[in-house]
């Protein structure tokens, strides 16, 4: 469609600039008569004053026609000249800005029978030139040989001289009229390109109009559809993108709405397992120690007594970890705003608030030189912490932990590796590890709620990048945090 348009503007300008050389030609024509004209009287003026002065002049008005003649020439050659053509029609006499559609008329369109004809007129003139020239130059001769003309040989050239002057007058007339002719094909022919073009314009319109029309039908059609699906609880389906407009972007979005309502539905299931099993678990222990301790046929000794306690304390602090790690998993929003943030500085703060850690342990942390990503500070923040702080928590006993934090600067994302000496994880759990609430260790040996790497996860994908793990048991491993650099 766009071309289309191009097309017709095209036209249109390239009309109007072959009409302007129309009329261009039309006042070479003029400059040519005017300076013909001229020519032949200043040769008659010579004839009379035997003034050579006269016939220098009558040269420089033909050298209007030599231009002309050189310029026309062009057409002639198997490769025209346009810079010549253009050079010698400003020598003439024709402005540089009339002389550019000038030059075209007879260099695009030389092939067209009235341009042909005209181009003919011009040749046929160039031969009377000849002949006055010559008259000119036997003139010439015969003064400077008896220094004057007799009356006799004065009228016998005047004779010849009108003679041409009437054929010259009859040429122009000829010339203009082809000319104008000329100027009423080009006119008619590129009106009729232009309506051509403006009816496939509007073709086309039409054609695109129903294709866009069944287009839009088609993917509403689509986001209806599955949105049905979606209504009566079925999360696999997606809405098909048939194009990249806006109704392919509210696909798109639609997509990615099932996408976070599927993965928000996953977590409302396991916070419906989690208050009836994890929760329930220090519930239960507190709840039956206390009925035990307040049954008065319980008949126990002092020691009993504290040592229940301590079970109803270590049940109490479990309960109050469990709710305090679910509230900052569930505090992570897909509404945080971004903003440029410092990675080096992210990470050095991580390291401050684990220095107790690092220094119980004697955990040697080393980082590259880190950049400046899009994201949110603060959860970058807890996202590294809960990766260092695994880190050095799943050690082997007596082994210092060496923590690495290596970066890889890709096209578009910014790649982290978090790479430790720890204990490892079995192949067979790595995907489990991300779930809330999942635990791999015993707590008595490595402490924790096991939601530090589902809080990980959340980040990661509020940051719309990925998180893995590569890892052998007993040897380490690896977390790789990918971040695109282009975030919305």
């Not at 719309?464 to 977390?479: A, D, P, R, T, W």
Request: aromatic share 10%; glycine share 4%; proline share 3%.
């Amino acid at each position: 469609m766009a071309f289309l348009i191009v097309c017709e503007l095209f036209m249109l300008w390239f009309s109007l600039h072959l009409l302007s050389g129309v009329r261009g030609a039309i006042q070479v024509e003029g400059i040519w008569s005017k300076a013909q004209k001229n020519a032949v009287n200043t040769l008659q003026q010579y004839a009379y004053s035997s003034d050579t002065a006269n016939y220098a002049y009558f040269y420089e008005y033909l050298k209007v026609h030599e231009y002309d003649k050189i310029a026309l020439t062009e057409l002639t050659k198997p490769k025209p000249s346009r810079q010549i053509m253009m050079d010698n029609i400003v020598k003439a006499g024709v402005h540089p800005d009339d002389a550019s559609p000038l030059v075209d008329v007879f260099y695009y369109l030389n092939s067209l029978p009235s341009i042909k004809k005209a181009l003919t007129i011009f040749w046929t003139s160039d031969e009377r030139i000849m002949v006055l020239k010559s008259i000119g130059d036997e003139m010439h001769a015969k003064i400077v040989q008896n220094s004057q003309l007799t009356r006799e040989e004065i009228e016998s050239y005047f004779e010849r001289i009108n003679i041409l002057n009437a054929k010259f007058k009859s040429s122009e007339g000829s010339f203009i009229a082809t000319i104008s002719k000329a100027g009423r094909k080009i006119d008619s022919m590129v009106f009729r390109i232009l309506i051509a073009i403006a009816l496939i314009v509007q073709f086309t319109s039409l054609i695109m109009a129903i294709s866009i029309n069944r287009g839009i039908s088609k993917g509403i059609n689509e986001v209806i559809r599955v949105s049905k699906q979606v209504g009566n609880g079925d999360y696999k389906e997606r809405a098909k993108v048939y194009s990249k407009d806006e109704i392919g972007v509210l696909a798109e979005s639609f997509n990615e709405m099932i996408d976070e309502v599927e993965i928000t539905n996953q977590e409302l299931n396991q916070f419906v397992y989690i208050a009836s099993h994890d929760l329930q678990e220090p519930l239960n222990t507190i709840g039956s120690f206390i009925k035990l301790l307040i049954d008065p046929e319980t008949n126990w000794s002092q020691e009993q007594k504290i040592k229940v306690k301590h079970f109803i304390s270590d049940a109490t602090i479990r309960l109050q970890s469990l709710i305090k790690d679910l509230m900052n998993f569930s505090r992570i929003s897909n509404h945080t705003s971004f903003e440029n943030v410092d990675m080096q500085n992210v990470v050095q703060t991580v390291v401050n608030e684990l220095q107790e850690e690092i220094n119980l342990s004697k955990a040697d942390i080393t980082f590259d030189k880190l950049p400046e990503i899009k994201g949110n500070k603060v959860e970058l923040i807890n996202l590294f912490q809960n990766l260092v702080s695994n880190a050095i928590k799943f050690q082997l006993k007596g082994k210092r932990p060496i923590v690495k934090i290596l970066y890889h600067d890709l096209p578009s994302f910014h790649y982290f590796i978090v790479e430790d000496n720890g204990i490892g994880i079995h192949p067979d759990r790595q995907e489990r590890i991300f779930e809330v609430f999942q635990r791999l260790n015993k707590s008595k040996d490595y402490p924790g709620t096991g939601i530090g790497l589902a809080i990980c996860k959340k980040i990661v994908r509020l940051h719309k990048g990925q998180i893995k793990v590569e890892s052998k048991l007993n040897h380490g491993s690896e977390f790789h945090v990918s971040i695109p650099k282009k975030l919305t």
